[in-house]
């Protein structure tokens, strides 16, 4: 058995126990059993999917990554959206867009950035922006309240503050509507570009 035929069944290994089958029996492994902890699960799953990448590229682990300009702007298929999965406790934006970027092909493709939901959820009502010792900061409004979006007081060493943290209803309300996220952001590109364009051109009628 080759390297490639290996990956292929511990692929299929990893999946089977992802989805709470005993992959040598194929029987349903108990309701306490560790795969069937959700974090396990979703990490058997990114791993799977890691080795698919592999399989993908002939069986070599290094894959030269694409320059920013010439990577394909994010999006994601049905069953990549399908496949997100909201922790089970409040977590911070940064984490929920590490979730949705672990199901890309980072190599090939830009990853989204909390900047873009951020906005898509202020655009939406569900957060607002107020500047504070000259920093934004983000709050929720009495809409993303109810969606699970809450305010966490929480100490550095320069003292308390507070950030927005997500329920598992807010994660899953984002993963919901990730297509509108992502199509609020190619929409702000093109603006942004657009008025680069303006911005370039009066600059040479000026020059």
């Known amino acids: 058995m080759d390297d490639l035929e290996i990956m292929k069944r511990a692929k299929q290994y990893i999946e089977s126990l992802a989805n709470g089958i005993d992959p040598l029996t194929g029987n349903e492994v108990a309701d306490t059993d560790v795969v069937n902890n959700v974090r396990i699960s979703r990490c058997l799953f ?55 970027n672990s199901v890309i092909d980072e190599y090939k493709m830009k990853k989204i950035q909390s ?27 009495p809409e993303g309240e109810q969606i699970g979006i809450t305010l966490y007081s929480f100490m550095t060493e320069n003292g308390w503050t507070k950030a927005c943290v997500y329920s598992p209803e807010a994660q899953q309300f984002i993963f919901d509507n990730i297509d509108a996220i992502t199509a609020f952001a190619a929409a702000e590109a093109e603006e942004q570009a657009t008025e680069k364009a303006e911005r370039k051109r009066l600059a040479a009628e000026e020059a």
Not at 63 to 72: D, F, P, Q, V
Not at 122 to 135: A, C, M, S, V, Y
Request: charge should be positive.
């Open 46 to 100: 990114y791993t799977a999917s890691i080795i698919q990448k592999v399989i993908d590229n002939g069986g070599e682990v290094q894959r030269e990554k694409l320059k920013r300009s010439e990577k394909a702007e994010f999006s994601l298929t049905d069953e990549q959206a399908l496949a997100l999965k909201p922790e089970e406790r409040n977590t911070y934006m940064s984490n929920i867009v590490k979730n949705i």
């Open 115 to 141: 900047r873009t939901i951020n906005q898509w959820l202020i655009d939406k009502g569900l957060l607002t922006e107020i500047i504070i010792n000259g920093r934004a900061k983000k709050n929720p409004t």
